[in-house]
T-cell receptor
Framework: NAGVTQTPKFRVLKTGQSMTLLCAQD?????MYWYRQDPGMGLRLIHY???????AKGEVPDGYNVSRLKKQNFLLGLESAAPSQTSVYFC??????????FGQGTRLTVV | DQQVKQNSPSLSVQEGRISILNCDYT??????FLWYKKYPAEGPTFLIS?????DKNEDGRFTVFLNKSAKHLSLHIVPSQPGDSAVYFC??????????FGQGTRLTINP
């Protein structure tokens, strides 16, 4: 059982470039989340989804878009990357219980 | 506005002694509180949780205490072991299954 898998694990982008982070879960969970972790800030929710075809904004959604076309996948897009988006990104999924399961993270650097 | 706060960025404890990690919150509507543990280069993993209708939950060496009147929870680890060295995040959840995290506390267990 792979759990929650994030692709890629590392990426360096130039300012203005675009990219998509992929999150895949094999646990048939309804809920999926994207968080970013920054020093001294904890994990902050970017966007989340309560089921296939649904998305909603979290605490820090600006500059990001998401899609949940399939239940097992949750994509996070950066249309025009900025240095302020340098962070570690975590995807998580949940069956609807309080406990969420996290992926290993994607370290993104925007130069 | 930080709804979940961990005011101690770091904590150092002797092996075998008790580790106490603290967390404060402002939103009285939170239903569940959770603690996550995070090692470097890994995603957070669930450790223990407590419902807002309880004041204590115990799982082996880990106990979480909730004081609703003070809007405060704490995680006790007894006895502390070197493998407990990690960053611990306090989190809270309300209704729509959105986890809100604190800033994290880095726990170091010294031999």
């Amino acid at each position: 059982n792979a759990g929650v898998t994030q692709t890629p694990k590392f990426r360096v982008l130039k300012t203005g470039q675009s990219m998509t982070l992929l999150c895949a879960q094999d646990m048939n969970h309804e809920y999926m989340y994207w968080y970013r972790q920054d020093p001294g800030m904890g994990l902050r929710l970017i966007h989340y989804s309560v089921g296939e075809g649904t998305t909603a904004k979290g605490e820090v959604p600006d500059g990001y878009n998401v899609s949940r076309l399939k239940k097992q996948n949750f994509l996070l897009g950066l249309e025009s990357a900025a240095p302020s988006q340098t962070s570690v990104y975590f995807c998580a999924s949940s069956p609807g219980t309080p406990e969420a399961f996290f992926g290993q993270g994607t370290r993104l650097t925007v130069v | 506005d930080q709804q979940v706060k961990q005011n101690s960025p770091s904590l150092s404890v002797q092996e075998g002694r008790i580790s106490i990690l603290n967390c404060d919150y402002t939103n009285s509507m939170f239903d569940y509180f959770l603690w996550y543990k995070k090692y470097p280069a890994e995603g957070p993993t669930f450790l223990i949780s407590i419902s807002s209708i309880k004041d204590k939950n115990e799982d082996g060496r880990f106990t979480v205490f909730l004081n609703k009147s003070a809007k405060h929870l704490s995680l006790h680890i007894v006895p502390s072991q070197p493998g407990d060295s990690a960053v611990y995040f306090c989190a809270a959840i309300e209704g729509a299954q959105k986890l809100v995290f604190g800033q994290g506390t880095r726990l170091t267990i010294n031999p």
